[in-house]
C-alpha cells in the first residue's frame, strides 16, 4: 500500500459544490475572512442589500493557537450578527474562511460552540469563489502567507485541488513574509560580502529601526518580529524593484517561478489544461493578496510562469475582498447562489469597509 496519500489537500462539502433548493427564509448569510494578521466578517441582508461588518484578531490557528483563533472568529462573527440587529439563529448559512494547515480542528470547536450549520473550510476555498464566482478556475493568494487553491466546476465530479499553504516555515512562497524574509537574507548577504551589493540593506534597517542589519537579524530572534511585521516589508522590497535593483527583482522573479508553479499544478490536477471539452475556452486565475500590490514587478512574471503552462488562463488582480467569496458561498449553500453576484457585492463590501 502507498504510504503517501495523493487525495486531494482539501475536501469540499457537498453543500457547496451541488445546487441547493431555495429556502424562503434565507434572507440573511455570514461570511468570514479569518487569517494570520487580522478577522472580518460580514452579515449580508440579500433582500436590503445591506452589509454588517465585524473585526477580530488573527485566526489561524498555526500562529495562535486554537483557543485564541475560535475567539478571534467568534468574536467577529457577533460583532456582524449584533450590528444586522439579528440572531445568529436568523442565518441562512454561515461559511467562515480560516488560514491554516488544520482547519477540521478549529471547524470543531466552532461547531461545538454555535451550530453545526456553520460552515468552515479553508481561507483558499473562499479565495476560489472571490476569484470565479464559484465557477471553474484558480485563485493564488499571496497575502502574509500563500496558497493555491482551484476547482474544476460544480456538481457531484467537481474536482478541487491545492498546492502550496505549508506555512512559513515549510512554504509560503511568494507571499509577503517570504519576501520580507528573503530581503533580510539578502541583505545579510551584502553585509558579509557573500552576495551583491543591494538597496535592500539600507531600506532593511531604515524601515525596523534598527542601527544595522545585523541588528535587524538580532531582532528577528530576539523581539521576536510577528509575521504581520516581516511581511509589512514587502512593500519595500517592491519599491526597491521598482528602482531596478537587480537583487529585489530577482526576489519578485524567483517568487513568482514558486507560485507559478504552484499554479500550474493545480490547472493539471483539476483538467483545465487540456484542449477538448469540457474544459473552457478561457478561465480566471485571480490574484488575491497584499503581495500583489507590488504591481508589474511581481504580477507579469508571475503571468508569463502560468502562461507557460495553460496559456488560455486569465491571469488577474481580483477587486472583490476575500471575505466576498464566503458570502458568496454562504448564498449558494442555502440555494440562494443566484441572489447576488460578486459585480454587485464588491462595492457593498468596499462601502461597509470605509464605513
Known sequence: ????????????????????????????????????????????????????????????????????????????????IDAAGIHADQLGAAVLA??????EDLAHNVRAARTDAWIVVNDVVAAWATATGGGPGVAAIAGTGSNVFGVNGQGADARAWRAGGWGHLLGDEGSGYWLGVESIKAALRDREA?????????????FFGEPSVEAVAASVYSTPLTKGQIAAFAIETAACAERGDAVALALFLRGAQELGGQVAAVIREIGLAGDSPPVPAEFPVGLIGSAFKAGAVFVEPLTRAIHEHAPRARVAPVAMAPVGGSLLLAARACGSGDAIDAAELTPLIDRALRG
Open 1 to 80: 500500500m502507498p504510504l503517501v496519500n495523493r487525495e486531494p489537500l482539501v475536501q469540499l462539502p457537498s453543500v457547496l459544490t451541488r445546487e441547493q433548493p431555495p429556502r424562503a427564509d434565507a434572507r440573511y448569510v455570514m461570511g468570514v475572512d479569518g487569517g494570520a494578521t487580522k478577522t472580518l466578517a460580514a452579515v449580508l441582508d440579500m433582500r436590503e442589500r445591506r452589509l454588517f461588518v465585524g473585526h477580530g484578531g488573527p485566526s489561524n490557528q498555526d500562529a495562535v493557537g486554537a483557543a485564541a483563533a475560535v475567539q478571534a472568529l467568534l468574536g467577529a462573527a457577533d460583532q456582524a
Open 98 to 103: 480560516i488560514a491554516g494547515t488544520d482547519t
Open 194 to 206: 557573500s552576495g551583491p551589493p543591494t538597496a535592500l540593506s539600507d531600506a532593511v534597517v531604515a
